[in-house]
């Protein structure tokens, strides 16, 4: 990553209002869309890149318990075939690139990377999947509100383009939560200025998406990362989102 593009306060006081703000996000995946420097973005870069605190290996216990099979409110996560995914995507606690306050959660997203800023100069992050071209958000809000196993209604803009959505409409009362929902395990709701801009930081069963851009604007982490990331992010935390 280049200095131009380091983590800075500076970076980030540029980015007011809601960015894409007329394309609501349904949070639903697409065609799948590798964007370029998804798996290629390099792991030491330059400035403001992290530096694993811990490095593991592919097949270790660790990874077998952070990414195994989970038993959550009646129902049974499947576990992710990790192997599958560049072990820069796994979970993992970093020296700090932000140089923001803890609690804060910053997403990177040309580095497909979710900080969550930690005391003492770390970090936990995650790999994720973001929006495809066109429906990715940027700025800075608040984490007003969160829910576990969410339904999910996409909003009327996504069903004008998908009509085979209509069934999960408000009217028609959402999707129910489950294996299959878009939104996961968990659900965190991102507001701005005290208005819900329809984009969320939320669970996923495909595993394959992350570190590519193939939702309709929301942030996706592998289910087992999300219920970790909600564990420990604070009430009311601030987020920022880099483009």
């Known amino acids: 990553m280049s200095s131009s593009r380091s983590f800075s306060r500076r970076s980030f006081l540029s980015l007011s209002g809601l960015g894409a703000a007329s394309l609501l996000a349904g949070c639903a995946s697409t065609r799948p869309v590798v964007t370029p420097g998804g798996f290629a973005v390099s792991y030491r870069g330059g400035p403001g890149s992290p530096v694993m605190s811990s490095p593991m290996q592919a097949g270790s216990a ?142 996923s069963p495909e595993w394959n998406s992350i570190g590519k851009a193939v939702s309709s604007g929301c942030v996706r982490l592998m289910n087992q990362d999300i219920i970790d990331l909600y564990d420990r992010v604070p009430n009311k935390a601030r987020i920022l989102v880099w483009q």
Do not use: C
């Open 62 to 203: 660790e990874l077998d318990t952070m990414y195994g099979e989970i038993y959550d409110n009646d129902f049974v996560i499947p576990a992710v075939p990790y192997q599958k995914i560049d072990p820069r995507y796994y979970r993992q606690r970093v020296v700090d690139p932000t140089g923001q306050p803890p609690g804060t959660i910053v997403v990177d997203t040309p580095s497909r990377f979710l900080y969550l800023v930690e005391s003492g100069g770390t970090a936990m992050r995650y790999g994720v999947g973001i929006g495809r071209e066109g429906f990715a958000w940027q700025g800075a809000g608040v984490i007003q509100w969160r829910q576990k196993w969410p339904k999910w209604t996409p909003p009327d803009e996504m069903i004008g383009r998908q009509p085979e959505l209509a069934k999960y409409s408000a009217a028609n009362g959402g999707m129910p939560p489950g294996l299959k929902n878009p939104l996961g395990a968990r659900a965190l709701y991102i507001f701005q200025n005290g208005q819900d801009t329809l984009y969320r930081l939320h669970g």
